[in-house]
C-alpha cells in the first residue's frame, strides 16, 4: 500500500517537472531487434508530437514489420532520402546503409531511441547523441541527459507520464505490451489509457486500433509447430523452429501459451523468446545471460549459433528455473 502511494506520487511529480527541449532536427527509432507495437507505436506517437511543436522529425525503416502494425507508419514518416532502401511495408535489409542515405541530405541534432537501450541501436550513429527512452531495467533506471529509463507497462505510457505525449496511437504501445492489460503492470496501463481518453482516443478510435490488431493467422504455423523440436517438463516447454520468420514464432508462442506456463521458443535465426505467468519468477536473467534484456514475465535473448550444445544449455538452464514449476 505505501509502495503503491509512494510510486502516485513519484508520478505526480514528474508530471509536474518541466518538459523536456527537443531538438530541432530529431530521428525516432526503435530498437534494431524486436520490432513490437510498443516501438512501432512510441516511434510515430513522438514524430507526430514533434512535428505538432514545428520541429523536423523521422524515423528509419525496420528490419522487419508484423502485419499487424504495417498500418502505422507511412513514408512520410520517413525521410524521402530513406525510401530507395525500403521494401513496400517500409523495412531494410540494411538499418547503417539507409541512414547513412539520410546523413547525405538531411542530419538530424539528436536520436531519439524508445522501447530500447543504446546496445538495441543497431546501427553507427556516426557520432549523433542518442537520447533513450526506455521501460526495460537491464542497467538500472537513469533519469539524465542521456537517458529516462524508468519501470512502466510499455515505453508509450513513459512518453504520456514524463513527456505528456498523449497521441491516440500509443494504445497500440499499451495494448500490445500488456497483452491486453493481462500483464505488465495493468493497472497503471489503464491510467494511461485514461489520459488517452482525455486526449482523442475515442470509442471509435480505439475500436478501430484494436480490429488493426487482430489479423487472421497463418495456416503455416500450425506446419511450424508439427515440425519443431519440443522439450517439455510440467508446465514448462522448451522449443526449437526451423522456421526464421517472426509472426509465425509470435504465433506460436502464443498457441503454446495455451498449454504451457513457461516457454523458450527458439526461432532458426537465434532469436529466443521467454515467458512465464508465474510472478513469482523471472526469465530476464536467462535472457540477460544470453545477449537480450526484457521483463520479469515476458523477455529476449539471442544465440549466436544454433550448434545442439547450445541449445542443450539453454534448456538446461530453462528447465532448471521453471521444469519443476505448475
Not at 208 to 231: F, H, T, W
Not at 280 to 304: C, E, F, T
Request: charged fraction near 25%; glycine fraction near 8%.
Amino acid at each position: 500500500m505505501l509502495r503503491n502511494a509512494f510510486l502516485a506520487f513519484k508520478r505526480l511529480i514528474e508530471r509536474w517537472r518541466p518538459g523536456r527541449v527537443w531538438a530541432e532536427r530529431t530521428l525516432v527509432v526503435g530498437p534494431v531487434q524486436p520490432v513490437d507495437g510498443d516501438s512501432v507505436a512510441s516511434t510515430k506517437a513522438l514524430i507526430l508530437h514533434l512535428r505538432k511543436l514545428g520541429k523536423e522529425a523521422f524515423t528509419l525503416p525496420t528490419v522487419h514489420m508484423y502485419k499487424q502494425l504495417r498500418w502505422i507508419l507511412h513514408p512520410s514518416d520517413l525521410h524521402p532520402t530513406c525510401l530507395p532502401y525500403v521494401t513496400e511495408d517500409l523495412t531494410t535489409a540494411c538499418v547503417q546503409q539507409a541512414y547513412d542515405a539520410l546523413l547525405e541530405k538531411w542530419r538530424p541534432d539528436e536520436i531519439v531511441l524508445v522501447d530500447g537501450q543504446a546496445e538495441k541501436l543497431g546501427f553507427d550513429t556516426r557520432g549523433v547523441s542518442v537520447f533513450t527512452v526506455d521501460h526495460h531495467l537491464g542497467h538500472g533506471p537513469r533519469d539524465d541527459r542521456n537517458a529516462y529509463i524508468q519501470p512502466a507497462p510499455a515505453a508509450g505510457c513513459l512518453l504520456i507520464e514524463r513527456f505528456g505525449i498523449c497521441e491516440p496511437i500509443l494504445a497500440v504501445a499499451i495494448l500490445t505490451d500488456t497483452f491486453w492489460l493481462r500483464k505488465n503492470m495493468p493497472g497503471r496501463a489503464v491510467d494511461a489509457l485514461y489520459a488517452l481518453r482525455r486526449h482523442g482516443l475515442t470509442d471509435e478510435v480505439l475500436s478501430a486500433i484494436q480490429s488493426e490488431l487482430m489479423v487472421p493467422k497463418d495456416p503455416r504455423v500450425l506446419e511450424a509447430l508439427r515440425g519443431c523440436d519440443l522439450r517439455y517438463q510440467g508446465t514448462a516447454a522448451f522449443v526449437v523452429l526451423k522456421e526464421k520468420n517472426p509472426e509465425i514464432h509470435r504465433d506460436v508462442v502464443g498457441i503454446l501459451g495455451y498449454t504451457f506456463r513457461h516457454l523458450c521458443v527458439v526461432r532458426a535465426d537465434g532469436y529466443v523468446s521467454l515467458s512465464t505467468k508465474d510472478n513469482a519468477k523471472s526469465v530476464r536473467p536467462i535472457a540477460i545471460k544470453y545477449g537480450g534484456d526484457g521483463h520479469r514475465n515476458s523477455a529476449a535473448g539471442y544465440l549466436q549459433t544454433l550448434e545442439p550444445s547450445v541449445l542443450d544449455d539453454l534448456q538446461a538452464r530453462f528447465m532448471a528455473e521453471f521444469g519443476d514449476c505448475q
